[in-house]
C-alpha cells in the first residue's frame, strides 16, 4: 500500500548530528546530568528546570508535562528534526528547558533526545506516565476495533446532531475499513465512534475478526538457517517417504507450522520433498520454508536485523547471524512489486491511514479504490513501502499486497516491538537517532 498518512507527510529524516551524551542517558541520568551540568558557583535550578539568567522560572510544583492533542510533535534539539509524535494525554518527565527559535515560551525537555514546545503542552504536578485507556496492549494484535464498510456503503458524520439533516461529512465506499474507538447511541440507533472523531451507523458496518495466526520464535546458534516452515494450500498430503508414487499416510492443512527435518531434491522439476517428522514427509512445493540469508554489508556484532525474501514469502528476524523469528507475509504484486535491495526503517508509526482513494488505480488488477484507517505497526523502509498488520486479507504466504510487506497482525506487532527505534508507550511515531539506529531490512 502506499502511504497518505496527512500528519506525517511533511516529516523528514532527523539529522544523525545529534548531541551524543543525550543520546546515552536515561530518565535517571538526565536528572542526575542536570545538576552536574550546573556551574559550581552557582546554586543548582529549583524544580527540574534549567534557567537562563534572568529569566522567569517554571513552576516549582511542575514534574511532568501533559500532552493536549494527538500527534504532538518532540524534536531531537530545540527547533530540531523530529524525534516522535505523541498521543493526547500523555503526562512525560520534566527534566529541563531552554530557549530557542521557533517557540514563544522555551523547549521542555521530555526525555533523551525528546523536546516539546511549552506553548503546546500543560505543566502538571502528576508523576510521569501513560492512562490505561491509551494504547493498551493489545491481546490479538489489533490496536483499534476495525470494521469493513458493508456493501451499501457507508455514511460518517462529523457530528451526531448532523444526522437529522442528513448530512454525512463523508461517503464511504464498500470494502473500505475504519478504526472504532467507542460506540454510542443516538435517538435509537448505535454509531461508531471513529478515531477521525466522526460517526458511522453500526448497521452500515461489519465488525473485523483478527487471525490467531503468528510465526516462531526460533532457538538456534548462529550461522544456522531456520528450520520452520508452513503449509502453503488449504490441505496437503503428508507421504511415507520422499519420493514420488509415496503413499499418504495423512495430510496438513493451511499455515500449520511444520519442522523442517530433512530436504530432498528430485528431477521431476517439482522441488523435491521436506521431511516433517520420522516417516513424514512433504512436497516443498506445497510449503513455504525461508532459505539462509547472506549478512547484509556493515553489520554489527549482535545487531538486529529483517530479512525478507520475496522467492519463499518469507521473513526472518536475524541478531548477527543468528535467526530469532520467523513467519509468512505477502509482498508486492506484479506490477507494484516490493522493491529489492537493502534499506533502513526510517520512522515507526503505531498506525497510518493507507490510500489510494486521492489517486485512483490506473491498471485493471488494481481497479478498485481501497482506503484503510490506522493501519496498525507500520515501519517505513523505503519511501512509501513498509511492513506493517493486515487484517483485509489472509493470504499470507502469497504474493498480494500494493508494494509493502503484508504480516499477520500478531506478527506484525512482535516485530514493530523489537525493531529500533523503540515506540515507548503514549507515542504514536518514533524516528531513529544515534541512541536508537534505524533497524535494516533487506528485501530480496
Known amino acids: 500500500m502506499t502511504w497518505k498518512s496527512s500528519s506525517l507527510r511533511a516529516l523528514s529524516l532527523p539529522s544523525l548530528a545529534l548531541v551524543a551524551v543525550l543520546a546515552t542517558l536515561s530518565i535517571a541520568g538526565l536528572l542526575d546530568a542536570r545538576t552536574k551540568l550546573a556551574r559550581a558557583d552557582e546554586p543548582a535550578p529549583s524544580s527540574s528546570i534549567w534557567l537562563t539568567k534572568g529569566d522567569v522560572p517554571l513552576a516549582d510544583w511542575a514534574t511532568s508535562v501533559e500532552i493536549l492533542r494527538d500527534d504532538e510533535a518532540l524534536s531531537i534539539a530545540p527547533a ?32 533523551p533526545l525528546a523536546y516539546v514546545c511549552s506553548d503546546k503542552v500543560q505543566l502538571s504536578s502528576d508523576p510521569p506516565g501513560v492512562a490505561q485507556t491509551i494504547h493498551p496492549t493489545p491481546l490479538d494484535g489489533l490496536p483499534y476495533r476495525y470494521y469493513f464498510v458493508g456493501a451499501e456503503g457507508a455514511d460518517a458524520y462529523a457530528k451526531l446532531a448532523d444526522v437529522a439533516d442528513e448530512t454525512p461529512s463523508t461517503q464511504l465506499d464498500k470494502g473500505w475499513a475504519v478504526a472504532g474507538v467507542t460506540e454510542v447511541g443516538y435517538q435509537g440507533t448505535v454509531y461508531i465512534r471513529t478515531r477521525k472523531n466522526e460517526y458511522i451507523p453500526k448497521k452500515q458496518l461489519a465488525p473485523v475478526t483478527a487471525t490467531s495466526f503468528h510465526g516462531e520464535v526460533l532457538a538456534l546458534a548462529e550461522g544456522d538457517a531456520p528450520d520452520v516452515g508452513w503449509v502453503l494450500p488449504d490441505k496437503a498430503n503428508v507421504f511415507a517417504a520422499g519420493k514420488a508414487g509415496s503413499k499418504s499416510v495423512g495430510a496438513r492443512t493451511r499455515l500449520q507450522k ?8 528430485t528431477g521431476d522439476g517439482k522441488g523435491g520433498f521436506v521431511r516433517i517428522g520420522d516417516g513424514e514427509w512433504m512436497r516443498a512445493i506445497d510449503l513455504r520454508v525461508p532459505t539462509k540469508a547472506l549478512l547484509p554489508e556493515g553489520l554489527g556484532p549482535g545487531e538486529r536485523w529483517i530479512d525478507v525474501d520475496t522467492t519463499t514469502q518469507t521473513v526472518v528476524a536475524y541478531e548477527g547471524a543468528r535467526p530469532v523469528f520467523a513467519t509468512v507475509m505477502s509482498s508486492g504484486r506484479p506490477g507494484s512489486p516490493t522493491p529489492k535491495g537493502t534499506f533502513h526503517i526510517w520512522v515507526k508509526l503505531r498506525s497510518a491511514t493507507m490510500s489510494n482513494a486521492d489517486d485512483p488505480p490506473e491498471t485493471t488488477e488494481d481497479a478498485a479504490t481501497y482506503s484503510i484507517e490506522d493501519v496498525p ?47 515507548p508507550r503514549g507515542w504514536d511515531a518514533a ?14
Open 80 to 111: 530540531g528534526a523530529r524525534r516522535g509524535l505523541i498521543a493526547a494525554g500523555v503526562k512525560l518527565p520534566l527534566l529541563g528547558a531552554i530557549r530557542g527559535p521557533g517557540c514563544t515560551g522555551r523547549w521542555l525537555l521530555v526525555g
Open 377 to 423: 505497526w507500520v515501519q517505513y523502509f523505503e519511501k512509501g513501502v513498509a511492513l506493517h498488520g493486515a487484517f483485509w486479507h489472509r493470504k499470507f504466504g502469497y504474493v498480494h499486497s500494493h508494494g509493502c510487506v503484508n504480516l499477520a497482525p500478531l506478527d506484525a506487532m512482535r516485530l514493530f516491538e523489537w525493531t529500533l527505534p523503540r515506540l
Open 258 to 265: 511444520i519442522n523442517v527435518l530433512e530436504t530432498t531434491k
Open 431 to 444: 524516528f531513529p537517532t544515534t541512541a536508537e539506529p534505524a533497524t535494516i531490512v533487506k528485501v530480496r
